[in-house]
């Protein structure tokens, strides 16, 4: 009997945790549960361009960590690149995301331009597996921000090319638009954008549809979250691809080679038709 009641209790144990396991899918849709977050710039990198009032690296640590505290909430293991204003080279900060497998890898950041009208939001990516993720962080953020939907990008950034994991940097403003930098200057707002890149980190919907439109970039229409793995939308834009620069100076060394050689030709037939012209004319006409 004991043996008997002892079988039963084990056989229910099972059961239960395989109900807990089905009863939770989400972690295992996931596209990972360990995040690297990369505040941009710190230190003596203030970030942003020259004589720029707000600097670029306090905004971006202080989302970095709200960032950082939700995803905690959320069960996710977090991994900074920084966590105080101090200096982290482009190499040590892809070292770090290197290092952690199974992770993705987000970037903060904020524009900035020497025309204060610039303004709006937009996402960049480089690795195929990261497409889906930069549209859902994108979608989010655009939909809980007052910005222009400036779209998603694919950039060779070396934060994002230099990675073995997906990852996203997102530029969450300018700081030199009058009304985009109050904005970031108030918590509230700074918090609304890490909630934003947590809603998308997670793969939820976007709370709100919107996004102001715009002649130069397609707003944001579809809300819905994407497949992590496969996704192409609207909001992409496509970019002429970036041409490398052994490409590039081999391309000019050719063209200098070509305008040389013209050049020689027409000097070479400017000087033949001079001798003719020379030769025609009469001795006693000065030149």
């Not at 505040?39 to 971006?60: L, P, S, V, W």
Request: proline letters at 6%; glycine letters at 8%.
């Amino acid at each position: 009997m004991p043996h008997r009641f002892y079988h039963l209790s084990f056989v229910i144990t099972w059961l239960s945790v395989a109900g807990l396991a089905y009863a939770l899918p989400s972690q295992k849709n996931r596209p990972s549960t360990i995040v690297v977050i990369d505040a941009g710039h710190g230190g003596f990198d203030r970030g942003g361009i020259h004589g720029q009032r707000i600097a670029e690296k306090n905004m971006t640590l202080d989302v970095a960590l709200r960032l950082r505290k939700k995803l905690l909430a959320a069960s996710y293991h977090v991994v900074m690149t920084r966590d105080s204003d101090v200096f982290v080279p482009l190499p040590g900060r892809v070292a770090i995301a290197n290092s952690n497998r199974n992770a993705i890898f987000i970037c903060i950041h904020f524009n900035s331009a020497t025309r204060t009208e610039a303004n709006g939001v937009e996402t960049y990516y480089y690795r195929r597996d990261a497409m889906a993720l930069a549209a859902n962080i994108h979608r989010n953020v655009i939909a809980g921000a007052p910005s222009e939907n400036r779209g998603i990008r694919r950039r060779g950034y070396y934060v994002l090319r230099k990675t073995t994991r997906p990852g996203v940097l997102v530029e969450c403003g300018f700081l030199t638009n009058p009304a985009e930098g109050q904005l970031a200057l108030t918590s509230d707002y700074r918090d609304k954008l890490a909630q934003e890149i947590t809603r998308g980190i997670l793969g939820k919907p976007a709370l709100v549809a919107r996004a102001p439109a715009s002649r130069y970039y397609p707003p944001a229409t579809e809300a819905e979250a994407q497949p992590f793995n496969s996704y192409v939308g609207t909001d992409f834009i496509k970019v002429p691809p970036e041409r490398s620069t052994a490409g590039h100076r081999k391309r000019s060394k050719g063209a200098r080679s070509k305008k040389s050689s013209n050049h020689r030709t027409a000097q070479k037939t400017k000087s033949s038709g001079s001798a003719t012209a020379k030769k025609a004319m009469p001795e006693h006409v000065e030149d």
